[in-house]
């Protein structure tokens, strides 16, 4: 199995532990491990032979079904086209239906908390399902055809979008209520260490995505629209870079 298949057997397994209706505090006390460590483990696809096979066949599988089952499904979408990005941002409420979508809400969920009426809001389903971002479904359900790594072009339109509106509008904020955090670090790393950094905030990203997968099956109510920013990058605030001295030219 190489690294690439590794999130595709992670979310498959997770499908067939839901599906015994097993939860992670459960599958700990079977392993006999914290659920901490079971949830780290999800998070950051750090599985040994020994223990995913353990996993599996608590969940009624055997390896080989496991990975034969990843095989038969076809790879999901990990990105759209410019195109269809352009598509979404050339319709607001096309975009909040896609992000809705991607945040696993109910049809019937979506009518009541957002002004959609029945039959706009098929409307922008079946343009999301033309789009290949999920399969529409009878009695107006839909399967996600994305991949959990679902990610915006580089600087395609989305990301376009967020430098100029979302990052001013998201960042408008005192950050002193409960749930909310901003921290700004500042320090002298090496290169291998901002390497390693980088590692950790991928790993971050995958906890992120667990929790949110966890949640999933709470109600709209008990959940709350949260979004998570994290840069790293090698800077020093303008204003300071005039008085840097230059490095010494030797003479040859």
Not at 118 to 133: K, T, V
Not at 196 to 206: C, E, H, P, T, V
């Amino acid at each position: 199995m190489s690294n690439s298949q590794i999130p595709a057997v992670v979310d498959e397994l997770k499908r067939a532990l839901k599906a015994k209706g097993l939860t992670y505090a459960e599958l700990a006390k079977r392993l006999e491990l914290s659920e901490p460590a079971i949830k780290r483990t999800f998070a950051q696809h750090k599985f040994s032979l020994d223990r995913l096979e353990k996993i599996a066949a608590l969940a009624g599988l055997e390896l080989a079904e496991l990975f034969e089952r990843c095989a038969r499904k076809p790879p999901a979408i990990t990105q759209l086209s410019i195109r269809q990005e352009q598509e979404l941002f050339g319709d607001i409420k096309l975009l909040l239906m896609a992000n809705l979508v991607l945040n696993r809400w109910s049809f019937g969920d979506i009518l009541e908390h957002f002004e959609f009426d029945q039959h706009e809001a098929i409307r922008a389903l079946a343009r999301l399902d033309r789009m290949r971002m999920i399969e529409l479904l009878p009695g107006n359900s839909y399967r996600l055809l994305v991949s959990r790594r679902f990610s915006w072009r580089r600087n395609g339109p989305v990301q376009r979008f967020f430098k100029t509106q979302v990052q001013t509008a998201f960042f408008d904020s005192q950050f002193d209520q409960a749930g909310e955090k901003l921290a700004f670090l500042s320090g002298m790393l090496s290169r291998a260490n901002l390497v390693r950094f980088g590692a950790s905030i991928d790993r971050l990203a995958a906890e992120f995505d667990e929790l949110a997968q966890e949640d999933e099956g709470l109600p709209v109510t008990e959940r709350f629209t949260t979004s998570l920013v994290v840069a790293l990058r090698p800077w020093t605030f303008p204003p300071f870079v005039p008085f840097r001295r230059r490095p010494k030219q030797t003479r040859p």
